[in-house]
């Protein structure tokens, strides 16, 4: 059973760098064909897509914030990596790693999310 769990700070200043990691368990995130998003929700808002990383390290950014956003990986570790530049309040939202583990479009497995507020 694959596992995920994001961790970071729960609180940033906006102008700030917003750096979150995914530790992945159960499972590698170099497995063929899988690949491994960062997904956030706003409050009272739905689920956006932000961006992912392939088994072999392919990056797709959503276009909205493609010039914000990086997304990295350590294979070491197992871990996935997002950092999102020039914080602003809009940025308020929980945060989520999920795992498409077949490249399917359809994520089976998720964390359980990390609330990150933008304030000063």
């Known amino acids: 059973q694959v596992q995920l769990q994001e961790s970071g700070p729960g609180l940033v200043k906006p102008s700030q760098t917003l750096s979150l990691t995914c530790t992945v368990s159960g499972g590698s995130i170099t497995t063929t064909y899988s690949a491994w998003s960062w997904i956030r929700q706003p409050p009272g808002k739905g689920l956006e897509w932000m961006g992912v990383i392939a088994y072999d390290g392919r990056i797709s950014y959503n276009p909205s914030l493609k010039s914000r956003t990086s997304i990295f990986r350590d294979t070491s570790k197992n871990q996935l990596s997002l950092q999102l530049s020039s914080v602003t309040p809009e940025d308020t939202a929980v945060y989520y790693c999920?795992?498409?583990?077949?490249?399917?479009?359809?994520?089976?497995?998720w964390g359980q999310g990390t609330q990150v507020t933008v304030s000063s």
């Open positions: 999920a795992a498409d583990p077949r490249n399917s479009g359809k994520y089976d497995y």
